[in-house]
């Protein structure tokens, strides 16, 4: 997920000086709206996942609070993963940076 973040925020650079110097809305408004509009798309593929994985890896147990759990830590994780590709494409600007100090954050570990 912090891959697909990283390429997203350098494309929509031009847009968002664009929009912020014209004064039609603040920094923080648009950093909110993107997060919460790229995050609900994202938010779907841990679901699928998780509904899959959960019964392929032998993880049935008759408590549906357990499926919960395991669906929660999927979705932190994608959630978590978004914002770094999403702070890493803010901080760095530059794609190809960016995707290296992400890649090598990446193998570390």
Request: charged share 5%; hydrophobic share 55%; proline share 3%.
């Amino acid at each position: 997920m912090a891959f697909a973040q990283v390429i997203q925020m350098p494309q929509i650079y031009p847009v968002f000086f664009r929009e912020v110097s014209n004064n039609m809305y603040s920094a923080t408004a648009f950093y909110l709206a993107a997060q919460v509009s790229i995050l609900t798309t994202f938010i779907y593929y841990p679901i699928i996942i998780t509904v899959v994985s959960y019964w392929n890896f032998g993880l049935v147990d008759t408590s549906i609070h357990n499926f919960f759990e395991y669906l929660c830590c999927m979705v932190g994780m994608m959630l978590a993963g978004a914002s770094i590709g999403f702070a890493f494409g803010t901080i760095f600007g530059d794609t190809l940076i960016a995707m290296k100090i992400l890649e090598n954050l990446a193998t570390l570990f």
